[in-house]
């Protein structure tokens, strides 16, 4: 089991530029619409199974693709988060960790 990671937050205030903070704005909203699309998903093929239930094993991959599409933009937003707010995480031993990209899921735009 990996130890547990300490956040360092930044000791000065950050200040961000108002085409910093449009960027930042446009991830958040990217992150609302992939969940809510997430979201839908889900909702389409619960109604799906409703009037077709012999075929419910056929829908059951869609469902069950869909935490790891919401943890994959949960992750990348909160990556970009940390960074924008210099926030770190830091090992037991003191060593900050290795920041690596998320990957996107299958079937996704990069």
Known sequence: MASPLKTVLPEAPVTFTPE???EF???LRDLRHDVNGV???IVGTLEVMR???NDTARFMT???QQPARVEVSLKNFAAEFEKQFGIRK???DG???ASTPTPVP???PA
């Open 20 to 22: 910093q903070i449009a």
């Open 25 to 27: 704005h446009k991830k």
């Open 39 to 41: 979201l839908a998903i």
């Open 51 to 53: 009037l077709y239930p």
């Open 62 to 64: 869609s469902l069950a």
């Open 90 to 92: 830091m090992n037991s």
């Open 95 to 97: 060593s900050e960790t």
């Open 106 to 108: 299958p079937g996704e």
